[in-house]
């Protein structure tokens, strides 16, 4: 599978990646710009989206995103809706996860920091 994961901490990403890589057979790769984002998501080369809530401070069009913005793009585009998305983030309390994949779309929600990568694969591999 070829995940897409979404990232402003790169050395967290990229640890990340290793472990997907290793433990899942999947090729990934990390970025952190709204741009690259659609362009790889509109290129038909995306099967999974790993989104981080917190996109540090990233732009879309001169506007601040989070990933739940770029989440909700993704997914009311006729080219991406389809690919599933999994919204990340150390910060949202329970209450706010089904909140949070409402408004953004998104079709599942962890929170970080991954711990157990068993479970998390499971996770993937529903979608």
Known sequence: ???LLVDDDYILAKSTAKLLERLGGHQVHITG?????FQRCESG????VMMDVNLGGALWQGKPV??????YILKTQHQTAHIPIILVTAYAMLFEQKTLLETSRADKFCAKPITNYEEFLELIAQL
């Open 1 to 3: 599978m070829n995940i």
């Open 45 to 48: 080369v995306v099967d999974l």
């Open 33 to 37: 710009e709204p741009a690259e984002i």
């Open 66 to 71: 989070s990933g739940a913005d770029v989440s």
